[in-house]
């Protein structure tokens, strides 16, 4: 997410939201930044702006978060951008991506276990909640806990206290909680796969990261910003877009956000060896984006995104993504590879 002033591009350094230098769009001043961070977030449109003028305010408590929007869209950078931008910037930022988290492990990474508290615990581990003492703890994909695990949580952000397993000690939270999903929370609520009680005890201050299509002057800051980015990490020259490109990337509705941004100019930065990305250098699916067709889309496309959405809204599981498309495996992968999706 970008910022720009009259002058240019705006930029508030973060830790993972993709963009470039610049004002940062709310104030007219110059973006904060942290020598941690080596990021930055782009807010050139103005409902990253708003996003941004958000989290800055939030980020001076220490209120819980809850950070919601589609894959991709750069929930991960806000969470780094709140932690570096408050009082406890030089404390602990830790993350558990709670999808790897098998439902028998949950209380010992969360929690921690001390000497013999079962089979194969030699040594006293600490927690992830532990930690993270005096900083942020970054629960990642929160509805991915099962509706156990969701209980314990829930007692322990209650009773601002826990013990280790095995332990007979209390030991305090002292941890600001945020709290990310690519799930609509209250519709989970709703279908009784997300718990009440935990929603509202995380839904203190919540925010919303708009996906890419909806942050349309974002595109071009942050594209400029990302091709710099891959240039240097390829040790390439510096690329730049030509006007094509840039239409089509302008028209094209990205779902898989900002990560799909990223991965095309990549790939074109990887494949092309002139100083200028045209539009040819782009994959074939953004050459017909509906802005180089007078409006009109083709079947084709709007088949391809669906599909880049449910593999992305499976986290890359097959199978249920050809249950969900209603298609076999072989067809999904046949699919996969006349997209280039794989």
Known sequence: MPERSSAGQSQTKSSGLNEAPAHDGVSGQPAASHPAIGQTIIAVDSATQHLIHQARK???TRATVLIQGESGSGKDQLAQFIHFSGPTADQPYVKIDCTALPIELVESELFGYEPGAFTGASSQKRGRVELAEGGTLVLDEIA??????????????EDRKYQRLGGTQDIEVNARILALTNINLEEAVAQKSFREDLFFRLNVVPL?????????????????????????????????LSKPAAKALEAYSFPG???????????????????TIELRDLPEHLQRSPGNRDGKRTLEDVEREYIAEILDHTRGKKSLA???????????????????LL
Do not use: C, F, M, W
């Not at 956000?257 to 100083?275: D, F």
């Open 58 to 60: 939030v980020a001076k």
């Open 144 to 157: 991915a806990l099962s509706l156990s695990s969701q209980a314990k949580l829930l007692r322990v952000l």
């Open 208 to 240: 919303h990261v708009p996906p890419l299509r909806e942050r349309h002057a974002d595109i071009l800051p942050l594209a400029e910003h990302l091709l710099k980015q891959v240039s240097e990490i390829h040790r390439r020259p510096r690329r730049k």
């Open 257 to 275: 956000n900002v990560r799909e941004l990223r991965n095309v100019l990549e790939r074109a930065v990887i494949q092309n060896a002139s100083e």
């Open 322 to 340: 050809a249950q969900i498309l209603g298609i076999s495996r072989k067809t999904l992968l046949e699919k996969r590879k006349k997209y280039k």
